[in-house]
C-alpha cells in the first residue's frame, strides 16, 4: 500500500527559530510537492521538486528532495507568525494522481 | 492569471439528496481531477478525468458519485444519494498534462445534515 507519511503532525515553534518537517513515501516518484492550506482554504502550491537532490528556496522556506532515501524536508529558518498553516507534501503516482500526507500543522508563536 | 473555479463555495444538504458540485477548469487544460478532505484531515484522490472519460478512481468514488463534462467549460461532481459521511471540503484541480502540476480550485464546503 502507498504510504505518505509527515512528521511531526503538529508542530508548535516560536518565531526565529527554525526547524523542519520530514515527509516520507513508499514508492517511487518522479515529483514531490508541497503545499500550504490556511484553515478553510485551498491549496497553495508551495513547491514542486523534479529530481534526486533537488532543492528550492522561497523565502524562510527551503525544500529538498531525496528520491534514493524517498524523503523530502520542508525547512523553515527563522520562523515568522505569517507562516502559521498546515504544510502537506504529496507525491505524484501513475496516472498522475497526487497522494497526500496527513499535513503538519504549524503553530508560530511570538 | 487562470484559475479554477468551484461553486457553489458551501452546500448544505439533507442525507439522501443529490448534490451537483461545480468546477470550471483552467480553460486550455485537458485533465481534471476531484479530492476530498474530510475537516482535519488529508487531502484524498477520488478520480481523474481525460477525454470525456474517468481515468482512474478511488476507493471511495462508488456508484454513488458520478463526474461529467457537460459543456466545454465546466466539470461537476455529482453525488446521488447524500450520507452524512460525505461531509468534507471538495477540491477541483486541473493540469495541461498529467504530468504537469495540478491548480486546485478554492473548493466546495459539503455539508449533509
Known amino acids: 500500500e502507498l504510504k505518505v507519511e509527515q512528521n511531526p503532525l503538529f508542530l508548535s515553534m516560536q518565531e526565529g527559530k527554525n526547524y523542519t518537517i520530514y515527509c516520507n513515501y513508499s514508492?517511487?516518484?518522479?515529483?514531490l510537492y508541497w503545499y500550504r492550506q490556511d484553515p478553510g482554504k485551498s491549496l497553495e502550491s508551495l513547491f514542486v521538486?523534479?529530481?534526486?537532490?533537488a532543492v528550492k528556496q522561497e523565502g524562510r522556506l527551503m525544500a529538498s528532495l531525496d528520491t534514493k532515501a524517498r524523503l523530502s524536508t520542508l525547512h523553515i529558518t527563522a520562523a515568522v507568525h505569517d507562516l502559521s498553516a498546515t504544510y502537506f507534501c504529496a507525491v505524484v503516482i501513475q496516472g498522475g494522481k497526487l497522494i497526500f500526507g496527513q499535513g503538519t500543522e504549524l503553530s508560530v508563536k511570538p | 492569471e487562470p484559475e479554477v473555479t468551484q461553486t457553489p463555495s458551501h452546500q448544505v444538504t439533507q442525507m439522501g439528496q443529490e448534490v451537483i458540485l461545480r468546477c470550471v477548469p483552467i480553460?486550455?487544460?485537458?485533465?481534471f481531477y476531484w479530492y476530498r478532505q474530510i475537516l482535519g484531515q488529508k487531502v484524498e484522490f477520488l478520480v481523474s478525468f481525460y477525454n470525456n472519460e474517468i481515468s482512474e478512481k478511488s476507493e471511495i468514488f462508488d456508484d454513488q458519485f458520478s463526474v461529467e463534462r457537460p459543456d466545454g467549460s465546466n466539470f461537476t461532481l455529482k453525488i446521488r444519494s447524500t450520507k452524512l459521511e460525505d461531509s468534507a471540503m471538495y477540491f477541483c484541480?486541473?493540469?495541461?498534462?498529467?504530468?504537469?502540476?495540478?491548480?486546485f480550485g478554492p473548493g466546495t464546503r459539503l455539508t449533509v445534515l
Open positions: 484541480a486541473s493540469s495541461s498534462d498529467r504530468a504537469y502540476e495540478q491548480f
Open positions: 480553460s486550455n487544460h485537458l485533465y
Open positions: 514508492t517511487t516518484s518522479d515529483r
Open positions: 521538486l523534479l529530481s534526486n537532490g
